[in-house]
């Protein structure tokens, strides 16, 4: 049997590239071979690799308990997930829901949004807003909501029906909120939820937008009673700049999605969390309005453990300081990334982005596999979505990894294009 590879078209034989070790911001080949990680290995990766203080949380976990059954059972790990998150959240959040991926993370918030209007008596209230470009995964909640594209175009008559709102391009803001009050107006009694990716659109092309539209949002979404999601996946964990995107604004979500960083990128885990108002429209003596969903491995011990451990390395250290580094030196690139050509050069916190200029310019165009093709060449692991090029690693990278990776982007723009 052979490996069926994620986001990967076997037809074109593009390598399989084997890694044997890591640490900090390098994956080490079996041949030795050192390769800079400038995507956090798909964005989960946050403090470095192989972070020793969640190495041995992991290994002493192991040593305890491995997995049990999360319905009518609880564990120290998940309990102190639980703490330690919630020193970092507002009080609002009085409860976690666990899962394993963003995708079901974001599943979870769905179905806790739709589901608190059905206890509610408000059985029409199924439908969801979501931003154009937008990402949320690839399960079908996640697919339906994100932007449809040749990603799910085989797809497309399953997925359920989603009102889109535009992306707020700069100066294009009041754009989308005109939009989204208009179609509360219009049917805001069918509409139960909106979910958003904050800040950064970032499967859709990282494009970023201004954090006072989703306070705009926020306050039409509380006129017409419609649920507040965000979708942190990728955003939380300092990648913005905050702990949190939504740290940017003065809203408080109903409910936000977490994954990606919450294990610091060490092992798979979700959290779903949610304000006492969610919670309680699940709360009767009715078991017919509890929450019907589960996963096997939900809050599994070993994963748990590896959050706590994330958890305390942010709060026994300044991570900020390291985001706000490597943003520095991000802007001290811009100028260079302009004159070889960059269009729309950009940055916000850990991310770093631009556009090459091309013909088409959609996920399938050809340049982004030459450049990702010419990056795995010369030791940079940096994945460009269609035409657009973006930086976003581990928070440990050292300045010397930095400058590589933009010399190396300095020749791919002179040798590629
Ligand atoms: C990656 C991502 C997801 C999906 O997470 P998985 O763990 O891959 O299922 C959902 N939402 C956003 C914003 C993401 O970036």
């Keep these: 049997m052979e490996i069926w590879h994620p986001f990967t078209q076997h037809g074109l034989e593009e390598p399989i590239v084997k890694i044997e070790t890591s640490y900090d911001e390098f994956l080490i080949t079996p041949d030795g071979k050192k390769i800079i990680d400038g995507i956090s290995s798909w964005w989960v990766n946050t403090i470095g690799h192989r972070n020793p203080y969640i190495s041995k949380a992991i290994q002493k ?3 305890k ?9 609880t564990h120290e790990p998940a309990l102190d997930v639980a703490k330690n998150l919630s020193e970092f959240l507002p009080k609002n959040y009085t409860h976690i829901f666990f899962s394993d ?3 079901t993370s974001v599943e979870v918030a769905l179905k806790m949004a739709v589901g608190y209007h059905h206890n509610n008596g408000s059985i029409e209230r199924s439908k969801v807003v979501a931003m154009e470009h937008s990402y949320h995964g690839d ?3 996640g697919m339906s909501s994100g932007a449809r594209s040749v990603f799910n175009e085989p797809y497309k008559k399953m997925l359920f029906e989603v009102e889109r709102i535009p992306y707020p391009a700069p100066g294009r803001e009041n754009e989308t909120i005109d939009t989204y009050r208009k179609l509360l ?9 909106i979910i958003l990716e904050p800040l950064v659109l970032g499967s859709g092309g990282m494009f970023f937008y201004e954090p006072f539209v989703l306070e705009e949002l926020y306050k039409i979404s509380k006129e017409y009673g419609v649920i507040f999601c965000l979708d942190e996946v990728m955003t939380g964990f300092g990648r913005t700049g905050t702990m949190f995107a939504f740290n940017q604004t003065n809203i408080i979500p109903d409910i936000i999605c977490l994954s990606k960083g919450l294990t610091g990128g060490s092992i798979p885990l979700a959290a779903t969390v949610c304000t006492k108002e969610i919670y309680d429209a699940f709360l009767s003596k009715d078991k017919a309005k ?3 969903h589960s996963s096997s491995y939900t809050a599994n011990p070993i994963a748990c453990a590896a959050a706590n451990a994330n958890l305390e390395i942010w709060k026994k250290n300044n991570i900020l300081a390291d985001v706000k580094r490597i943003n520095d030196f991000y802007k001290t690139q811009i100028g260079r990334i302009q004159k070889l050509g960059g269009k729309n050069v950009r940055t916000l916190g850990d991310i770093f982005a631009f556009e090459v200029q091309t013909n088409g310019n959609d996920y399938v165009s050809n340049i982004g596999v030459k450049l990702y093709e010419y990056y795995r060449k010369n030791g940079v692991l940096l994945r460009p979505l269609g035409n657009t ?5 581990p928070y440990c990278i050292k300045e010397e990894s930095l400058k590589k990776i933009f010399d190396v982007i300095e020749d791919s723009l002179k040798e590629c294009l």
Aim: glycine share 14%; aromatic share 18%.
């Design 389 to 393: 090029v973006y930086i976003m690693p």
């Design 139 to 141: 399960t079908f909640g």
């Design 101 to 103: 991926s963003g995708s």
């Design 185 to 193: 107006q219009k049917e805001g009694n069918k509409i139960g939820a």
């Design 290 to 292: 509890m929450f019907f």
């Design 61 to 63: 976990q192991a040593e």
């Design 65 to 73: 308990l491995h997995q049990i059954i999360f319905a009518g059972f």
